[in-house]
């Protein structure tokens, strides 16, 4: 029953910003680790930033200090705020959640929820 909707994509200049959302159901958001993905056509897909159950983000260096991953647990949803676009940030962007505070040293488990995604186009 768990289940993710993106929404916030779209077309925008190189430099400009946007918010992506990711709407969950179906589990407990607090207890779930979160994540964005993208991939480009021709590559593989990648991790873009992630924030686990206790609240800790990280990035990849690709975005770092551009993307800001949050979330809002009352309307259960999480956002990846994109600032300073740049055509390669070009993809199509997915969120995904994985069962979080596992025990035994484990964080996060598998990325098992994943949204259909939504395109991301940025030109130069």
């Known amino acids: 029953q768990v289940q993710l909707q993106e929404s916030g994509g779209g077309s925008v200049r190189s430099g400009g910003s946007l918010r992506l959302s990711c709407a969950v159901s179906?589990?407990?958001?607090?207890?779930?680790?979160m994540a964005w993905f993208r991939q480009a056509p021709g590559k593989k897909r990648e991790g873009v930033a992630a924030?686990?159950?206790?609240?800790?983000?990280s990035y990849a260096d690709s975005v770092k200090g551009r993307f800001t991953i949050s979330q809002d647990n009352a309307q259960n949803t999480h956002y990846l705020q994109m600032n300073s676009l740049k055509p390669e940030d070009t993809a199509m962007y997915f969120c995904?959640?994985?069962?979080?505070?596992?025990?035994?040293?484990?964080?996060?488990?598998?990325?098992?929820?994943w949204g259909q995604g939504t395109q991301v186009t940025v030109s130069s």
């Open positions: 995904a959640a994985a069962d979080g505070d596992l025990g035994a040293g484990i964080a996060c488990g598998k990325y098992l929820y």
């Open positions: 179906g589990y407990t958001y607090s207890r779930y680790c």
């Open positions: 924030i686990d159950a206790f609240g800790s983000t």
